[in-house]
């Protein structure tokens, strides 16, 4: 109740503030099932992580488990797998932002052109569709697809006189497919926000440019990208800010044996160390390492955007 | 004027362009619907394009006749529909009092429900946590941990925070008590946002996945998503045995996607109606 304290103004006496908190009881005991949710869900396992220094002990638990300082760290450190993820990661990330961030802009400013409503609208229904299934459905329908035995990749394969090839399951290709596939599931999804900033541009602008002779081109380069560059400059920002997050849920449902290696991010390895082979206090500090770089990402990220001018994320 | 009718080649091609990515967004959706109909003994499946390869219902009477299918279905209603009211008494209740700018502590609860926004205690924790809850192989294990989505509940607030002081300021002054004030007032004029926010809510567990493989072991207690990557991974090992299955694992794989996605499919028209607009009051200024 300290902060509560701080808020009201003045140096009311104590007995007023009291009577003011007791004014919005209704209020206080109606968040009581919701902060009890973080307290329970979120903030218990934060201090869960002092597992990291611990050796871990099924029979022990969390808090009766030996501590053993930075040795977790140290074999973190020690660990190949580790620098191959933290690679992977860093790397998945990167080209997914590289490739996968101007095509929503880009799809965003070709369809603002489009004049027939009707037209916008289909389209605007089929692109946003993929986002809204998950990736076990999608992993489903690419391991049909790519199927060089019964799927489309096959018959596209041989039609061109190859020699059938399955890019899912393969280490050179696999990487491209991560990429493709995400930017297939979100490019329409992202372009949204993008689209709304659009609605906003001063059309007489656009009206002087065809007076002076400028073409479409033209316009776009110096009427519609500067007028959307601050929202571009913040998403681009915040994307960067949530980089360690190489897209979890994708990767688990399309790595496989074979290609597990040249894909395998943080929470990826995490998984498979912590919850499938049981070394949890390795897999935490795995965990703790990520997340302390990913706080410092965010947290920098959205006080970089706010210079901009715009309301961060969070 | 004549010129303004002149249809430039820069139209021509960018609408050429969207028909193009308009078709490779929807085709692999038509492909499974092809696919799932498909007359499974038909070998040569490869070469399907446009129209299914003769038709019929096999795949999907041998899909329903999986006791792990129905049982995934009927697990991922109950998680769909309690989850979600869960999830909205939970996220109103909170929303209402952050977006009251006089509570005292406003701040100090803004930055307790935010925080986990940016720091985590990681995937290990959490499962050891709901572990020592009793809540392992449960249902409930993801009705709990999925209760608040941060992101949700910061829209909320953002939407009872543009209700005018004026209408709150006079249920009060007409006797009515907070509570009261947010049955009424607040909630009959906030319908389509609740309903943005409940559809959001309502498709995240309907797709929910990564959660159900950590914490559900037992097959009876499998979402439907977690038995569907068990088909596609099942399927992929009977395919290296040998041909003895009597249904074409393909289409039976293809069928069971059609199913898994056909609830999203009918709501996606109500979601689209509202999420462009759910989108934008999130913090994201346009």
Known sequence: MAAGVKTVRGAAPNRTLWKTIKGYKALYLLMVPGLLYFILFRYVPMFGLVIAFKDYDIFKGIWESEWVGLQNFRDLIDSPDFWNVMKNTLVISFVKILIGFPIPILLAILLNEIRHVRFKKVIQTCIYLPHFLSWVVISGIMLNLFSPVFGLAGTFFRTFGLEPVNIMAQKGTIFWVVIFSDIWKEAGWSTIVFLAALTQVDMNLYEAAKMDGANKIQQMIHITIPAISSIIIVMLILRIGKIMNAGFEQILVLQNPVTRESIDIFDTYVYREGLQMGSYSFAATVDTFKSVIALILVTSANKISKLFGEEGLV | ?286
């Open chain 2, 1 to 286: 004027m004549a010129r303004k009718k002149k249809i430039s080649p820069f139209t021509v091609l960018n609408y050429a362009l969207f028909v193009l990515i308009g078709i490779i967004m929807v085709y692999p959706f038509w492909y499974v619907v092809m696919y799932s109909f498909s007359d499974p003994s038909r070998s040569d499946l490869s070469s399907l394009y446009l129209w299914p390869e003769g038709f019929t219902l096999s795949a999907y009477a041998y899909a329903f006749s999986k006791k792990i299918l129905l049982t995934g279905f009927l697990n991922s209603v109950f998680l769909t529909v309690v989850g979600t009211a869960v999830n909205m008494a939970l996220s109103v209740m909170l929303a209402y009092p952050l977006s009251r700018e006089k509570l005292p502590g406003k701040r100090f609860f803004s930055a307790f429900v935010i925080f986990p926004m940016l720091f985590s205690g990681g995937m290990i924790p959490t499962y050891l946590v709901i572990k020592q809850y009793g809540l392992l192989d449960s249902l409930w294990s993801l009705i709990g941990y999925m209760a608040v989505n941060v992101y949700n509940l910061l829209i909320l607030t953002k939407f009872f925070k543009s209700i005018p002081e004026s209408l709150i300021e006079a249920a009060k002054i007409d006797g009515c008590g907070d509570v009261m004030t947010l049955i009424q007032i607040v909630l009959p004029l906030s319908k389509a946002s609740l309903a943005t926010i409940a559809l959001f809510y309502a498709v995240q567990h309907w797709n929910e996945f990564l959660y159900s493989t950590i914490y559900i072991n037992t097959d009876s207690k499998w979402p439907l998503q977690v038995v569907l990557r068990n088909i596609i991974d099942m399927v992929a090992n009977d395919l290296n045995n040998s041909g003895a299955v009597t249904m074409n694992p393909e289409n039976f794989k293809m069928a069971t996607i059609v199913i898994t996605v056909i609830p999203i499919i009918c709501v996606y028209p109500f979601l689209q109606k509202y999420f462009t607009k759910g989108v934008m009051m999130g913090s994201v200024k346009g």
